[in-house]
């Protein structure tokens, strides 16, 4: 049997997790663990505080160390100790999405010169096997679409809006207060989070580099409680869908926002902060994987998952795992969200009801985009009208004309909608 | 670039999708393909009829043939040609069911004697990313819990039934004109099928040997259109669920029947066709795979895929593939179906309705069975009730106790809850 000499670096939620895994796999030895503060009082069983370091380029610079697992999280320092990691020979497994995202391709050229590998399948969907299947038994398949919900705080927030009837803000306040979301909580709510994942899961499906850059993102903060309430009319629920599409030509549609997706539909009946990917390719069809997006324990799993590969293979005569080499030199081509074809689901609140289907109706047909669905109520109060629409799929820059040309109404919600 | 050289025995639906699926992978070059009848007109591009051949042998035995791939299902003669060819020292892909469930244990013998692998990810769930997922990135997992619908032809059935609300023999005999079910179905609807694969599935999961003979199996042809109702109206969908439980002594209580699952559950979700694979472990909680559980390209993904992991490691220096390796040689411990805690929904034709309930009540009281629902109707034609209860949990052999003590009764059905 394989034995691997291993070093953690970061000691938080997924590190405990993987510590403590671990210690049912003999044939992995943890050799040293980087934390910030030796002496922060941790209640990790079997902890032996000599495993301890405050100095991470201990880890990265061992010549003992076979792996060095980067479980820290954020830019910086983890980006500058993986080069130093790679430059002196040790194969990485990380978590880390965000550096994926931003460095990906310096990170696996730079793995490829050192004939070194780096496993990632802990950062893109927590504990749901994704990667490595992508990489092994679909290796068979043209995958040209995925859709996806990466982000357990905003499924979180979703699904108790839409259960509860409750706002965004109220939602939020009580997922801080379990934990479920972060004090400041922009990195989730924002897409941000789920923007990372999507960028490095489209590169390796499409075998095509997607640049962070190029991904549009949209957060779920402007979502209002009437939505929900008229999505689920209209046959919907409203999820932070991340999604990926390329097409023959290399022009690859990568993004993050809310969608309206088919209560039927898989993805619809993913709750809380359970994470799921709908993967469709040549031949394979349509699979749809799902589970912990996040959290200790399904994160070690994957983490985990990536140090025993590794070991299976360190000691053969051969550049190792080459099923899951990183293949990210051809560049996609982004496409502008300004050009892209989509649903919409608009609510719009006008002066007053008379005429005012007509006039929409024929803002829309000046610009050939069909409606689907129209949801008109009167607001006898104020003698307004709420209406809402669902058009037919239409360039999206023909839909911002719309929302100008509607100067007299308030435009509350554009959502985009699922085909 | 590793160069495979292939023989396909077997050219039907899968092997045909396998075929048209390798055109895209000039590292695998495809040497003979066995039929049955060399001058069957077949309709697929870029054949050559100088592949063929009538003679497996040929394939099995062959030299210049490093993959076997074995597409043509049934025992006989598969069994013999897989032996043959892994003595001529061929790694096996497999599709066929039936024989890694009778006989497994002795052909993953034979492959370790001759350092061979046999792949098989297309047996247990078509295109589903399982097998490889389960032996690689969840490696680190002991798996306690596999629920799973493994036959589309059954849950095709179940699902027209519900939606529909018709019997099963009408079903049936649309499904045998759509193709989906065949004309003789009992491989299907008995549960053989589903019991095939989660004898493996389960052998799998749990490092430990299921044998299929000790798999409990009840197939869907007395699930009745009223049964589809009343579990609706309870709250529950009716699927034929195949399912395998290990504690921590080895017993395996490995099964396939029907069962009512919970309407928000995800295996509810699950309609027509598709397959979907429920997975317990610790550290990573549970997941769920799901796609298309047989067709010609689904199939030909997971075939293509085994083929391609091979062909990535074929020519190092060291046993291949160490990680996919079956362990096999610990049996579990089976588990006696009587012996076994389950839920139970009981449907009872009563011939007055004049204290029946207290009767039953009484009965399951006696043996310290509670009731979580009951649901009495007044047949009004014929004075009977029509009663339906769901127990909590409790001992199989105690159920049937009850059922006989229900003498002046009509048993309708009974079905196993999930929990």
Redesign the interface.
């Known amino acids: 049997m394989n034995k691997s000499k291993i070093g953690i670096i970061g000691l938080g939620t997924v590190g405990s997790?993987v510590f403590?895994?671990l210690k049912?796999?003999p044939e992995i030895e943890i050799v040293k663990i980087a934390v910030n503060n030796i002496n922060k009082p941790r209640n990790i069983e079997g902890l032996d505080k000599a495993l301890l370091t405050d100095n991470a380029q201990e880890i990265v610079t061992n010549p003992d160390i076979d792996i060095v697992v980067e479980v820290m999280g954020g830019v910086n320092p983890a980006f500058d100790l993986i080069k130093t990691a790679l430059e002196n020979g040790k194969h990485i497994v990380t978590a880390n999405k965000e550096i994926l995202a931003k460095h990906g391709q310096e990170l696996f050229s730079l793995a490829e010169k050192h004939n070194k590998v780096i496993l990632y399948?802990a950062a893109i969907a927590g504990?749901?096997?994704l990667?490595?299947?992508i990489k092994?038994?679909?290796?068979?398949?043209?995958i040209t679409k995925i859709n996806a919900i990466l982000n357990g705080t905003t499924n979180y927030i979703l699904t108790k809006m839409d259960t509860d009837g409750v706002s965004y803000e109220d939602v939020l306040k009580e997922a801080q207060e379990l934990g479920y979301a972060e004090t400041d909580p922009t990195g989730d709510v924002e897409g941000f989070d789920a923007a990372y994942k999507i960028t490095t899961l489209a590169t390796i499906a499409f075998g095509k580099r997607v640049k962070y850059e190029n991904v549009y993102r949209e957060g779920i903060t402007k979502i209002r409680k009437e939505d929900m309430a008229k999505a689920n009319e209209l046959g919907y629920k409203i999820k932070l869908i991340a999604s990926a599409k390329i097409d023959e030509n290399n022009n690859a549609d990568v993004r993050v926002h809310p969608m309206l997706v088919l209560k039927?539909a898989?993805l619809a009946?993913i709750n809380y902060v359970t994470n799921a990917v709908e993967i469709t390719?040549?031949?394979?069809?349509?699979?749809?994987?799902?589970?912990?997006g996040a959290?200790?324990?399904?994160t070690?799993?994957?983490v985990?998952?990536?140090?025993?590969?590794i070991n299976?293979?360190i000691?053969?005569?051969?550049s190792i795992l080459?099923?899951m080499h990183c293949k990210h030199d051809l560049d996609a081509t982004p496409v502008n969200i300004d050009d892209t074809f989509n649903k919409y689901y608009i609510s719009i609140t006008a002066p007053n009801a008379i005429g005012v289907i007509a006039m929409i109706g024929t803002i829309c047909a000046n610009k050939n985009i069909s409606l689907s669905s129209i949801l008109q109520k009167e607001v006898f109060e104020n003698k307004t009208a709420d209406i809402t629409v669902i058009t037919e799929r239409c360039q999206e820059k023909l839909i911002k004309e719309v929302v100008e040309e509607l100067k007299d109404c308030t435009v509350n919600s554009i959502i985009r909608v699922a085909d």
């Open positions: 997790g403590k895994t049912s796999f399948e504990g749901i096997p990667i490595m299947p092994t038994i679909l290796a068979g398949n043209r039927n898989s009946h390719g040549n031949p394979v069809g349509t699979v749809v994987l799902s589970g912990a959290g200790e324990f399904p070690a799993s994957s985990v998952g990536d140090i025993l590969a299976s293979e000691d053969k005569n051969s080459p099923m």
